[in-house]
């Protein structure tokens, strides 16, 4: 993509998004938190916007 340029807060939301994502990944099939069960309410909330955001900001560019 030549003259295109990256807007730095969407590249920095993308990053957050990924790292939420990975914690949804600390649950097992069952949804128990064994890794970290301390970080069980935090990831419940985290589950309310985490895929969404990451796709929204996946599919973010300029013209």
Same mark, same amino acid.
Request: cysteine-free; aromatic content about 12%.
């Given at each position: 993509? #030549?003259? #295109?340029?990256?807007?730095?807060?969407?590249?920095?939301?993308?990053?957050?998004?990924?790292?939420?994502? #990975?914690?949804?990944? &600390?649950?097992?099939?069952?949804?128990?938190?064994?890794?970290?069960?301390?970080?069980?309410?935090?990831?419940?909330?985290?589950?309310?916007?985490?895929?969404? &955001?990451?796709?929204?900001?996946?599919?973010?560019?300029?013209?």
């Amino acid at each position: 993509m #030549s003259g #295109s340029k990256r807007i730095e807060w969407i590249d920095v939301a993308k990053g957050v998004g990924i790292v939420l994502v #990975s914690f949804g990944h &600390l649950r097992n099939g069952d949804g128990e938190s064994v890794w970290l069960p301390a970080l069980d309410a935090p990831i419940d909330a985290i589950y309310l916007f985490h895929m969404p &955001l990451f796709f929204l900001l996946g599919g973010a560019h300029v013209q």
